[in-house]
């Protein structure tokens, strides 16, 4: 329990700010976003790594931050400038990102280890000192986006977001964050009343979270990719289940 709690609790505050905005990324059909600002944020770890930065000090986290921010204001200008091509251009800031990631650490003997860090996580050695931080930036964002959700768009958002993703990635690591922000809000997309869609979507992601650090603590095997495959087999059974209530409405 000493090691669940904590990690739970890590999954709980990412689910918190990552379902609502994760159905809006999913309106606004910009699906990939989470995985490009998490990946450039990642680079900003991995650089201030490669300076001799302390991995848990502050100057870490603000190249963290500065790296997302520098990728959302890029992102914002593109959605403006060519918002057919957005999606795709999103896919560019991600793989040269993660390529770029892979570029410094190339001379490093523990690269790929930092690597598999980055991406999968360690979710499991989350401590509850280093979740209070987190749990402060959180409840800021939600209540910024639940607060001013009306006159957070362009910018605001992409920042916004930023902020989220860097706090996030860090806890779970990139494909985590990536599955708790889509994989939620896929599955309860057609339910039509808002405050049903974001609890039901909330409940998937908390069963997902709970059954996958369970089952990779019985298994012993990496609890980040145990949870994107909860998630993702949970979301089908909700979905699936609900199903016929939702074809009883429409008829």
Request: aromatic share 8%.
């Given at each position: 329990?000493s090691i ?5 609790l ?9 379902v ?5 990324v999913?309106?606004?059909?910009i ?5 490009a600002i ?15 930065w302390?991995q ?8 963290a931050?500065?790296a ?5 204001t ?7 400038r060519?918002?057919e ?7 560019i800031c991600?793989i040269?990102?993660?390529?770029a990631?892979i ?5 490093n003997?523990h690269?790929?280890?930092?690597l598999?860090?980055?991406l999968v996580?360690?979710?499991?050695w989350v ?6 931080p ?41 494909y ?6 889509i ?6 997309r057609?339910i039509?009343?808002r405050g049903i869609r974001?609890?039901s979507a909330?409940?998937?992601?908390l069963v ?17 990719a145990?949870?994107v495959?909860?998630l993702a087999?949970v979301a ?16």
């Amino acid at each position: 329990m000493s090691i669940l709690v904590p990690a739970l609790l890590a999954g709980i505050l990412v689910l918190a700010t990552h379902v609502p905005l994760g159905a809006e990324v999913l309106r606004r059909g910009i699906i990939f976003i989470d995985l490009a600002i998490a990946q450039v944020a990642g680079l900003g770890v991995i650089a201030a790594d490669t300076m001799g930065w302390e991995q848990s000090g502050w100057m870490v986290q603000a190249a963290a931050v500065s790296a997302a921010l520098i990728a959302a204001t890029i992102l914002n200008w593109t959605d403006k400038r060519w918002p057919e091509v957005q999606e795709a251009l999103i896919g560019i800031c991600f793989i040269l990102a993660a390529t770029a990631g892979i570029l410094v650490l190339a001379g490093n003997p523990h690269g790929g280890e930092h690597l598999k860090e980055l991406l999968v996580g360690q979710v499991l050695w989350v401590t509850i000192d280093s979740l209070l931080p987190i749990t402060i930036v959180s409840a800021a964002i939600l209540a910024l986006w639940y607060l001013l959700r009306d006159q957070v768009r362009g910018l605001g958002f992409y920042v916004l977001f930023a902020f989220a993703v860097t706090a996030s990635m860090q806890l779970v690591g990139v494909y985590l964050v990536f599955a708790s922000l889509i994989i939620p809000a896929l599955a309860t997309r057609k339910i039509g009343t808002r405050g049903i869609r974001l609890a039901s979507a909330y409940g998937v992601g908390l069963v997902g979270y709970l059954s996958g650090l369970i089952l990779s603590t019985r298994l012993d095997m990496p609890a980040g990719a145990v949870i994107v495959w909860c998630l993702a087999a949970v979301a089908i059974l909700f979905a699936w289940l609900i199903q016929p209530t939702l074809t009883k409405r429409s008829a």
